[in-house]
T-cell receptor, first 110, second 114 residues
Framework: KQEVTQIPAALSVPEGENLVLNCSFT??????LQWFRQDPGKGLTSLLLIQSSQREQTSGRLNASLDKSSGRSTLYIAASQPGDSATYLCAVYNNNDMRFGAGTRLTVKP | DGGITQSPKYLFRKEGQNVTLSCEQNLNHDAMYWYRQDPGQGLRLIYYSQIVNDFQKGDIAEGYSVSREKKESFPLTVTSAQKNPTAFYLCASSVTQGSSYEQYFGPGTRLTVT
């Protein structure tokens, strides 16, 4: 059974720092990996989706990488801003089954 | 605007009552999903449906029921048999044929049962 782990559970950084969020999964047989952002009390907003054949995806200040063989993905946020404060979740999908990590709660201090 | 709507945003019920959560999408997506989110945990799949009039149980279907009579709608009923119904419920949808299977989420419904 696929298990997804996100470390750290919480992270606090000063504004302007570059940072990396980590996601690991136990079964490399995935169709895709998706990174989401969740603000308190809200739904999930899709940030980036990486297909299993891809190594990375970029959107603005965000860059997500995927290493299927090692069961890892990272989300890189450049020049962090207070508006980036949220919980970031990763999820892996295969055969109608999507598994989520518990998320990393990010706080960017002004 | 295309998207997923869930209503209501907050729902309060007494123990022993059934309650139905609404989920509507105008994205023309075939597949729809219901997840439950508890503090400090990842989302867990309750039910999913890939086509009208068909749905499958997820990991935690006990105490829940769904219907899929229309492509746009996938309501979830939390029955009195669900032992711990208080949670944040999220609905999602995705395309299925020849696609990335990217999931799009609604704003969620917070259910409190006392």
């Amino acid at each position: 059974k696929q298990e997804v782990t996100q470390i750290p559970a919480a992270l606090s950084v000063p504004e302007g720092e570059n940072l990396v969020l980590n996601c690991s999964f136990t079964d490399s047989a995935i169709y895709n990996l998706q990174w989401f952002r969740q603000d308190p009390g809200k739904g999930l907003t899709s940030l980036l989706l990486i297909q299993s054949s891809q190594r990375e995806q970029t959107s603005g200040r965000l860059n997500a990488s995927l290493d299927k063989s090692s069961g890892r993905s990272t989300l890189y946020i450049a020049a962090s801003q207070p508006g980036d404060s949220a919980t970031y979740l990763c999820a892996v999908y295969n055969n109608n089954d999507m598994r989520f990590g518990a998320g990393t709660r990010l706080t960017v201090k002004p | 605007d295309g998207g997923i709507t869930q209503s209501p945003k907050y729902l309060f019920r007494k123990e022993g009552q059934n309650v139905t959560l609404s989920c509507e999408q105008n994205l023309n997506h075939d597949a729809m999903y219901w997840y439950r989110q508890d503090p400090g945990q990842g989302l867990r799949l309750i039910y999913y449906s890939q086509i009208v009039n068909d749905f499958q149980k997820g990991d935690i279907a006990e105490g829940y029921s769904v219907s899929r009579e229309k492509k746009e709608s996938f309501p979830l009923t939390v029955t009195s048999a669900q032992k711990n119904p208080t949670a944040f419920y999220l609905c999602a949808s995705s395309v299925t044929q020849g696609s990335s299977y990217e999931q799009y989420f609604g704003p969620g419904t917070r259910l409190t049962v006392t």
